[in-house]
């Protein structure tokens, strides 16, 4: 995978927190692929003594951006990492056959990873629950995130591209009336798990009532009026609604 520090996060991020998103996909694909690289006798294992060259390919991204330690870290001596590794094989061979099946792999990579999200990665401020984030924790982070120079914009960033990808349920890299409502559904999680944004039934008292007023919202969006919404006009929005109501904090 060859990816910027922040598409990595972001990545890791959507694959662990949702099994149908392609961000977890993708990393399936990844993590088959060093399997079968792995398997040299081509029978849909991996033995012991090909476990290390596993293990070092799925590693080797995470240690570029520093997520994950050096053999050197970790290990005083070649004897205490094939100890190591051969305590990890143990784990993979669920079923105690000797050799690891590929079932064994995902489930204790996915396993792995989940772990590392969880305690390595930089806070997920944006999907965050507010038992892992305050609310002045996200206020703070929404306010820094004005400056499109700090990590918490980028982060920002990612999370509003995410939220239109998943938006674009036919993959055409724009969004449609169809499309809409799910993406303002999505961004406007972040914020009303705070109490910093009213909820949908809050604000319309009637289906009709919320259809027109994001028929209207689409249309502010839709710069060239061709009936769609590109990334580029979904992102300006976004960034322009949020930076006004950081004003108003």
């Known amino acids: 995978m060859n990816k910027t520090k922040e598409e990595f996060i972001t990545l890791c991020r959507t694959a662990v927190n949702d099994q149908t998103s392609p961000s977890h996909g993708e990393l399936y694909d990844f993590l088959v692929n060093c399997f079968v690289r792995a398997d040299t006798h081509l029978d849909g294992k991996v033995h012991l003594e090909q476990l ?4 070092e390919e799925a590693a080797a991204l995470p240690r570029h951006y520093g997520y ?3 053999n050197e870290q970790m290990f005083a001596n ?3 990492r094939k100890h190591a590794r051969a305590e990890m094989f143990k784990q ?3 079923y105690k056959d000797g050799y690891i099946t590929l079932d064994g792999w995902i489930k204790f990579s996915m396993s792995h990873i989940a772990g590392k999200v969880e305690t390595n990665l930089p806070k997920d401020y944006m999907l965050a629950t507010p038992d892992k984030v305050s ?3 996200f206020i703070d982070f929404v306010k820094k995130a004005v400056d499109k120079s700090t990590p918490e914009y980028k982060q920002l960033y990612f999370f509003l591209m995410k939220v239109f990808m998943k938006g674009d349920i036919n993959q055409d890299g724009q969004i449609d009336f169809s499309e809409f409502d799910r993406v303002i559904e999505d961004a406007a999680a972040a914020p009303r798990r705070f109490g910093l944004a009213p909820k949908t039934e809050e604000m319309y008292s009637s289906y009709v009532e919320r259809t027109n007023s994001r028929k209207k919202e689409f249309a502010k969006m839709d710069l060239n009026s061709n009936g769609t919404i590109s990334f580029d006009e979904w992102l300006s929005y976004a960034l322009n609604h949020i930076y006004s109501k950081v004003a108003q904090i």
């Open 52 to 55: 290390d060259s596993l293990i």
């Open 92 to 94: 993979m061979d669920g």
């Open 78 to 80: 070649e004897a205490q």
């Open 135 to 137: 609310k002045q924790e």
């Open 68 to 70: 994950a330690p050096s």
